[in-house]
């Protein structure tokens, strides 16, 4: 939920730097049609616990992004400070 609005799925993408910094970027998203990156990135989790499954082509989350501000002229990015709370996907 962000600013008291609920969406049905958000993707969370974290990286980390050698020194333990971390930079989060989440990416809400609504019901409607087809996001051709989200469904490439959904093509590759695995529907198990314990199972694994690995990239055969790269993948560029920030397209996520993009592809939703480009495409409707969105004014939908922001950007907030706060404490890592972001569990490992095997959680």
């Known amino acids: 939920m962000i600013f008291c609005k609920h969406y049905p799925f958000e993707a969370h993408f974290v990286h980390s730097d050698r020194k333990g910094n971390l930079a989060v970027v ?11 990156y989200l469904e490439k990135i959904l093509h590759y989790t695995p529907t198990r616990v314990g199972e694994k499954r690995f990239l055969t082509s790269k993948v560029n989350p920030s397209l996520l992004l993009l592809w939703r501000c480009l495409k409707d002229n969105s004014k939908g990015l922001r950007r907030f400070s706060a404490f890592p709370i972001t569990a490992p996907c095997n959680r």
Do not use: E
Not at 26 to 36: A, C, E, R, Y
């Open 26 to 36: 989440v990416v809400f998203f609504k019901l409607g049609k087809k996001n051709p």
